[in-house]
DNA sequence: GCAAAAATCAAACGTTTGTTTGCAATTTTG
DNA sequence: CAAAATTGCAAACAAACGTTTGATTTTTGC
């Protein structure tokens, strides 16, 4: 009883692909339409076996539409990371113009996805630390970092990622381009730190 | 019209729960209760009310629990793409063993999750590529490429990612790093194309 | 080839559930 | 304050749906 056949399998991934592009579960007499069988109480019979294996849960009796997917047909935990566009002087970072989506990233960057956010890499600064133009970076909210630590920090009214350094009361915003010089200042507001990066060729 | 009040965040905020902890939709009925309303009529109110502002959406009529939501309240798509562990030679790439888990990647690497898995790079061979040790590669199979590609080649009992060129009958496997040298070849079996990556600081 | 098991069906039944209607209470507005 | 809009209720209807039963067909194992 442990096995899985054809019919068992077509109801099965329908089912997926009806909460897929429904976002609701079908009915019985849905599943059999769909694959061709004529009476409910077949479908009744597969659904229960499929249940058994643990594929699908079945809500209480009578419920209508109560059919939901197991863990492990769930698609695993993930965290929903939103994507900034433009940062721009003025408009708060996270006002809902700049948001350009919501990107999936793995758990191992984090436990919430509220500290976390993302950005578009412009420029060659930080080159030789191997972060490119276009990359998207993942930046973990925070206003305080240490030396060395690679930050997110507001400048020239825009963000501009750079290694960051406090040195005798003055901060230090090293790029990593040795074309490219130091930004000393007095004061900053970081954004962030880095915390990882993603990058499509 | 377009502002939301108290109750109707009761009732979206439910659905989103119950949804969540079920994995089908509420019954309008089991939304009063919960939300301590004595009237189906007042949350058809606030269910249709929800709909116009495109909280939610709602199936045809007379659907049963045929309630879900919109894509901007829905968890976005994203494809799930296996990560492989270690390649060894012998062992198919794909087998169960090799499999480390699923990574959850955008929807821009790819429509299918079928033909793309992602690899851990070990060594510095393709830093001049901005490709560091320990990176997580995007691989979409595929058995050709073209000059000038970044693949993942088989080689030496094991995968490698190199620049693929190919000339005078000769495969040239390039590393990214001018400390190190071609490897050229007769032929050789290619596993796939570098898409992107991920990195973690 | 035959008996047992598995798969499928049609039909009917009772529940759950979405929908509607009409009216009352409350709040907002001019 | 009166009119209008909003919010709420109870009740009843009809549709969709899950469930069950018992028979029929198909497959399987010997």
Redesign the interface.
Known sequence: MKKINDKMQCVLDFVEDY?ND????P?VREICSAIGIKSTASCQYYLKKLEQRGDI?R?PEN???????TDNK???K?L?VPLIGTVTAGVPIFAYENLE??????T??GNSDDDLFMLKVKGESM?DA?I?NDDKIIIQKTDYAENGD?VVAFFDDGATVKRFFRKNDKIILHPENSSMSDIILDDVKILGK????????
């Open positions: 909460l429904n976002g609701f579960p009915s849960k809500g419920k209508k539409r109560s059919i939901s997917l769930k698609t695993e993930f929903s989506g919501y990107y999936p990233l793995p191992e960057f080159i191997g490119y690679i880095v915390k990882g990066l993603v990058r499509k060729f």
